[in-house]
């Protein structure tokens, strides 16, 4: 995660900090080495979104586009499951970054939940996936009942 708790005040990760984790209070470490971005780690292995996944730089890039007080946003399921939305919007739109796959039952799962929901898919992590995409757009004519707008973006600027 990139943010946490410390002391109340949501921050980001700075080396030796220790905070508390937004989506389920239980304790986090700053993790600030140099191969992975900074981030909050719980402090136990436990992962309190199961739908979270190891951020990757293109996510938190992504991420970073929006402001910081729309990012990492935490729900709660009517039956108690903690999720953490990577955007949400003053209007309440959801923006999810997913770089890896996901099965279909999840992905319905995550759009029920989150309504209305964007996803950007990361079309670059297997060879196949962009041609794949492309071909889903190009042929998918959108529906009014799923609502599947799809648009297909240049790579980001790093
Ligand atoms: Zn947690």
Redesign the pocket.
């Known amino acids: 995660m990139k943010f946490a708790f410390v002391d109340g005040i949501r921050q980001e990760a700075t080396s030796g900090l220790r905070g508390s984790?937004p989506?389920?209070g239980?304790p986090t470490l700053a993790k600030c080495g140099v191969k992975r971005l900074h981030h909050w780690a719980?402090v136990s292995t436990a992962v309190?979104d199961r739908w979270w996944e190891p951020e990757t730089e293109r996510h938190r890039a992504w991420k970073n586009q929006f402001p910081a007080e729309w990012q990492e946003i935490r729900h709660l399921t009517t039956d108690g499951e903690?999720h953490i939305a990577d955007v949400k919007t003053a209007s309440g739109t959801i923006v999810e970054f997913q770089h890896s796959a996901i099965s279909l039952h999840e992905k319905s799962s995550r759009e029920a939940f989150y309504d209305p929901l964007v996803w950007i898919a990361d079309g670059t992590r297997l060879k196949r996936d962009l041609p794949s995409f492309r071909q889903e757009i190009t042929t998918t004519a959108p529906s009014a009942e799923s609502r599947t707008r799809a648009w297909v973006g240049g790579q980001m600027a790093q």
Request: aromatic share 0%; hydrophobic share 15%.
């Open positions: 984790c989506g389920c239980s719980h309190c903690v």
